[in-house]
């Protein structure tokens, strides 16, 4: 079976935890790199240390690229047949959870790659950010459960009463997080509001200039 090694790109951030993940597949006479990360002169040492002399293969060998969109429209995550390991970039994260905001991510198209990536039985997750997983039937289930549980929380919030995008993330999300933070979770309730909105549970209107959504048409 192919080795499998972890190069830490130094980026810690409030998004990316320790920083984001090089792997390098070791199949032989040559290797694999997925995901090289930052254009960082510290980091690409550190890849070249780890590969020594062995060659960079231009084919994926072992490896079937799976079109995983949802956290962006171009993801893509790559599957290990003979381990039942998934490389899952940024779609599922050895900790926490991984961000949808709109308009670059898509909360159906997200569940969907959850599904795809869970009839495959994947024994292990080598994720873009934080650890391995090895729990990977369970880890897919939880971020599936999250994003519906969230879906749920904006629906019924949305239900109590129409409002605004930013309005409806301070009753959501409570009114204490800091700027930053805000403006990510906007974009992260936005998105759960376009699916609502396609799903036609939720309708959405102007009125002076804003867009305002409701559960019942006005």
Known sequence: MPLVHRVVAPNPGPYTGPGTNTWIVDAGPVAVVIDPGPDDDEHLAAIDKRLGSTTVGVVLVNVTA???????????????AGDRAVFTGDLVLGRGSSMVTYPEGDVADYLRSLDRLAAMGPRILFPGHWDPVPGAMAKLAEYRAHRLDREAQVLAEVGRGSGTGPELTRRVYGPDLGDELMAAAEMTLRAHLKKLVDDGAVHVHTVNGEEVFATSVS
């Open 66 to 80: 799976l079109y995983t969109p949802g956290h962006s429209a171009d993801h893509l995550s790559f599957w290990l």
